[in-house]
């Protein structure tokens, strides 16, 4: 059974720090893509980033709102996913969920982590 | 970046009732014949689901009362016979090119 976990999030200050985890199971994690998507509450999905395969360099993307300050990675060592998340803001506020790209969209998703940007 | 437009935004149908949806690209995610198109459905409190890519195949599990439709920039989801568990807000995303972006949702009710 294909399981992602989301772990690591919390309350932080504005311009804080926050580094998000996703595990994987189930699958061979280091022949996957795997995407960051949040959802601020009450609001719609938005797309945060992504990092490819080792085959693709791991290579990264980003949505604009969030370029030069998150940073995704992976340890394929530990089917493990992270997302860093530096000077972070209120609009940060949100659930963020880690998926396992198929190019044919998501088919799985973790719970979701919150994160909760306020002072 | 490409934009997805959903319509409408709130949608109340009756049960065994046909629902609608459609969702705009500001530009094409055709490609080699295959449309980058999905639909999810989301409930409270739980991720989203995937119902539909390839703008029209059907996941796995999905109840045959879902159906996507369109190519190109136009994109069509049905619910051919509204039943009490679909209640939810319905979600198209492209995943043409980076950045992948979603609608903006359409929250369907039983009337």
């Known amino acids: 059974e294909v399981q992602l976990v989301e772990a690591g999030g919390g309350l932080v200050q504005p311009g804080g720090s926050l580094k998000l985890s996703c595990a994987a199971s189930?699958?061979?994690?280091?022949?996957?893509?795997i995407h960051w998507v949040r959802q601020a509450s009450g609001k719609g999905l938005e797309w945060v980033g992504r990092?490819?395969?080792?085959?693709?360099?791991?290579?990264?993307a980003y949505v604009a709102s969030v370029e030069g300050r998150f940073t995704i990675s992976r340890d394929d060592s530990k089917s493990t996913a992270f997302l860093q998340m530096n000077s972070l803001k209120i609009e940060d506020t949100a659930v963020y969920y880690c998926?396992?790209?198929?190019?044919?969209?998501?088919?799985?998703w973790g719970q979701g982590t919150l994160v909760t940007v306020s002072s | 970046d490409i934009v997805m437009t959903q319509s409408p935004d709130s949608l109340a149908v009756s049960l065994g009732e046909r629902a609608t949806i459609t969702c705009k690209s500001s530009q094409t995610v055709l490609y080699n014949d295959k449309n980058y198109l999905a639909w999810y459905q989301q409930k409270p409190g739980q991720p989203p689901t995937l119902l539909i890519y390839w703008a029209s195949i059907r996941e796995s599990g999905v109840p045959d009362r879902f159906s996507g439709s369109g190519s190109g920039t136009d994109f069509t989801l049905t619910i051919s016979s509204l039943q009490a568990e679909d209640v939810a807000v319905y979600f198209c995303q492209h995943y043409y090119t980076t950045p992948i972006t979603f609608g903006q949702g359409t929250r369907l009710e039983i009337k």
């Open positions: 998926t396992r790209s198929d190019k044919t969209g998501y088919k799985y």
């Open positions: 990092v490819k395969r080792k085959v693709d360099s791991y290579a990264t």
């Open positions: 189930g699958f061979t994690f280091s022949g996957s893509s």
